[in-house]
């Protein structure tokens, strides 16, 4: 099994920064696909981005241009570097993963993170 723990949320201000991690157990990180989805709530889970194991990454429309996903595969470790953050972007960030493909779909992603909260002011 695969465990995801997440860590880096918090309160910051718009125009602000946050880096947001996600700690993996388990073997064959390097050949999974990770991704970070955010949800509201009342409203469904949205995809943020993925990180294949090829490095191709993949972003929402919305945070093109500020939000920057990446890994490290000797610490088992994706992160989530968030840029110029808006009032829009608070939410609860999830982490996740799947072994078996990629794409931005949440119903295809296996395993999940806790979720930690992202709470942007103005």
């Known amino acids: 099994q695969v465990q995801l723990v997440e860590s880096g949320g918090g309160l910051v201000q718009a125009g602000g920064s946050l880096r947001l991690s996600c700690a993996a157990s388990g073997r064959l990180f390097n050949s999974y696909t990770m991704g970070w989805f955010r949800q509201i709530p009342g409203e469904e889970r949205e995809f943020v981005a993925y990180?294949?194991?090829?490095?191709?990454?993949a972003y929402h429309d919305s945070v093109k241009g500020r939000f920057t996903i990446s890994k490290d595969n000797a610490k088992n470790t994706v992160y989530l570097q968030m840029n110029g953050l808006k009032a829009e972007d608070t939410a609860v960030y999830y982490c996740?993963?799947?072994?078996?493909?990629?794409?931005?779909?949440?119903?295809?992603?296996?395993?999940w993170g806790q979720g930690t909260q992202v709470t942007v002011s103005s």
């Open positions: 996740a993963a799947r072994s078996d493909g990629w794409g931005s779909s949440p119903h295809e992603y296996v395993y």
């Open positions: 990180i294949m194991w090829t490095a191709a990454t």
